[in-house]
């Protein structure tokens, strides 16, 4: 019996830098197994041009039509809330979460623990600055679950020190640009502010250019999200003094690995866990050499 070629369809939030990170990661996978099996398996990726639930549902729709063996998406808000996925798994096509919670039994989900890597960065920040003084937490795209999770860690995180004031730090919904102006905004207002969160790989970026044309390096500590290319320098150049990191090429490698799996009628975990890094001065310099080209 001839080996069946399989196309898999990967769509994130939106078009971003760390989605590309996970593209990389698929692509990769795909390589491999198609090297292993001898058969080819091609990633179809499908941005949507920005956030939000009608354009992510409007390609979750269009993906589907196309008949993949597979589609792997990073939801912009809960499953339920998305119809587009309701009626792909009532189709019985094979669907997996990334960089997002499982909510139910039989929803595959591969990512870290959002939870914890918000804690992480709230708690070096809590750290640097003596547990003392504002910090400005940026949400991302409010209605995304990771995004959320990482949030209400955060904040949890900085209501245990009664010498912290929290102030609202904006909403980038994940777009650099958005986060740059809410950054600045923030930082006019508060010319006291001390330290910086935020929830996404868009934040960190934004902020740290805000903070830049502020003359606030140094000043304002600032902890960012994830690790691709433009946070790790930076990392480097001393504007953020870390970052809590998911690991965005695994993601994509995993989801693809996974949908192989699925689409051969194989049981898979409901959870995989890609883990966290913790990208700091003394170790950015590692990531930095092994950041892929695009």
Known sequence: ???????????????????????????????????????????????????????????????????????AVDPVEAVENMPSIREIRHRGMPIILFDSPSPEPGLTSVGNDFEQQGTIAAERLVGLIDGRGKVAVMRGFPL???????????VAVLKKHAGISIVDGGSDNDDIETAER????????????????????????GIATAVRKAGKVGKVAVVGMDGIKLIL???????LE???????????????????????????????DTGIDLITPENVDSFLATTRSP
């Open 144 to 154: 995304a679950p990771n995004h959320r999770e990482r949030y209400e860690a955060q």
């Open 233 to 239: 320098e930076a990392v480097k150049e001393g504007i």
């Open 1 to 71: 019996m001839k080996k069946r070629d399989l196309r898999f369809v990967v769509i994130p939030k939106c078009a971003h830098p760390w989605a590309d990170e996970v593209r990389k990661g698929a692509i990769a996978q795909a390589s491999l197994l198609s090297e292993q099996l001898g058969i080819a398996i091609v990633v179809d990726y499908l941005a949507p041009s920005f956030a939000g639930v009608d354009e992510q549902n409007s390609a979750l729709e269009r993906a589907a039509a196309t008949q993949p063996d597979g589609i």
């Open 182 to 205: 809410q950054a600045a905004a923030v930082l006019t207002a508060n010319p006291d502010l001390r330290g910086y969160l935020c929830c996404d790989a868009a934040g960190p970026i």
């Open 242 to 272: 870390s970052s809590a990191s998911t690991i965005p090429a695994m993601q994509g490698s995993m989801s693809i690995l996974m949908l192989w799996q699925a689409s051969l009628g194989v049981p898979i975990p409901q959870r995989i």
